[in-house]
């Protein structure tokens, strides 16, 4: 059964960064991609960006989010731990949210991405707070 366990979200001033963490146990190379999502209450859910399990490629999810965090958002993973990260600088007011990592079983066709309607597990997720 796969799990996924998000943490490091906390209140930070806009400006600054974070680091969080997604540690998953029972993943193995059948699974195709992590990926990051956040959500606002009263909101519906968003892709942040994922990381391809093959060759660690990695993508911004929903061209909204796209835009809002390029270049201040990026993936990455530690695979001796199964450790996955998002890296999150230069944090605005608008990226308060409950942030999640989810995984994708398999990509229902071949493709150079990991959308976002491709994601099977989701962790419980982690509360970012941005203001001052």
């Known amino acids: 059964q796969l799990q996924l366990a998000e943490s490091g979200g906390g209140l930070v001033q806009p400006g600054g960064s974070l680091r969080l963490s997604c540690a998953v146990s029972?993943?193995?190379?059948?699974?195709?991609?992590i990926g990051w999502f956040r959500q606002v209450p009263g909101k519906e859910r968003e892709g942040v960006s994922c990381m391809r399990n093959e060759d660690g490629s990695t993508w911004y999810l929903d061209s909204a989010q796209a835009d809002s965090v390029k270049g201040r958002f990026t993936v990455s993973r530690d695979t001796a731990k199964n450790t996955w990260y998002l890296q999150m600088s230069n944090l605005k007011p608008g990226d308060t949210a409950m942030y999640f990592c989810?995984?994708?079983?398999?990509?229902?066709?071949?493709?150079?991405?990991?959308?976002?309607?491709?994601?099977?597990?989701y962790g419980q997720g982690t509360q970012v707070t941005v203001s001052s």
């Open positions: 029972g993943f193995n190379s059948d699974y195709y991609a």
């Open positions: 989810a995984a994708a079983r398999q990509a229902p066709y071949t493709s150079d991405n990991c959308f976002s309607t491709w994601y099977d597990y």
